[in-house]
């Protein structure tokens, strides 16, 4: 049974709107949540982070919540560009261990 | 430059043969770790190293070994490589210890094993 969920395979979003990506977790010994953006041929580069302490955190366009009663986060991009067309993968953490999610698509169509 | 390297980037074997797929860190880090990524289920741990000679099971471990002779390697072997290995394999590495820290992923290492 999959610990962290990203239930849409796939999303797509017209440039300049917002893209909202979503996953849930299972297990509430997770203290640590990030998610990583890759491209093809690429390995998953660190986008944004989120602690169990906070229910917000920005970089820039990029905007991750955290709802820990529900055991959900999600990322938000605003506004969207072509650029952040790439594979979103969200990951949960405790102690030495990380589990990912499967990954989401996100199409930035211009 | 900061970097994970993995080699090699693509491989094609055969079921039984030995193979090593070497990762080398520049950024004098601590921590490193394998993955392998499959279609529907994301990223799954293989081995961490928390350090020099400590190494450890992730959620995968099986038909897998690591070793951790120097701070900048972590290569992965396949003793007897069967075809349920083959798979998209990263190797990633984080300054001390995975604990909420981002981790720096080699560009991958694609295996197929036939």
């Known amino acids: 049974d999959q610990q962290v969920k990203q239930n849409s395979p796939s999303l797509s979003v017209q440039e300049g709107r917002i893209s909202i990506l979503n996953c849930d977790y299972t297990n509430s010994m997770f203290d640590y949540f990030l998610w990583y953006k890759k491209y093809p041929a690429e390995g998953p580069t660190f986008l944004i982070s989120i602690s169990s302490i906070k229910d917000k955190n920005e970089d820039g366009r990029f905007t991750v919540f955290l709802n820990k009663s529900a055991k959900h986060l999600s990322l938000h991009i605003v506004p969207s560009q072509p650029g952040d067309s790439a594979v979103y993968f969200c990951a949960a953490g405790y102690g030495q261990n990380f589990v990912f999610g499967p990954g989401t698509r996100l199409s930035v169509l211009p | ?114």
């Open chain 2, 1 to 114: 430059e900061a970097q994970v390297t993995q080699n090699p980037r693509y491989l094609i074997t055969v079921t039984g043969k030995k193979l090593t797929v070497t990762c080398s860190q520049n950024m004098n880090h601590e921590y490193m770790s394998w993955y392998r990524q499959d279609p529907g289920l994301g990223l799954r741990q293989i081995y961490y190293s928390m350090n020099v000679e400590v190494t450890d099971k992730g959620d995968v471990p099986e038909g897998y070994k690591v070793s951790r002779k120097e701070k900048r390697n972590f290569p992965l072997i396949l003793e007897s490589p069967s075809p349920n290995q083959t798979s998209l394999y990263f190797c990633a590495s984080s300054p001390k210890g995975a604990f909420n820290q981002p981790q720096h992923f080699g560009d991958g290492t694609r295996l197929s094993i036939l």
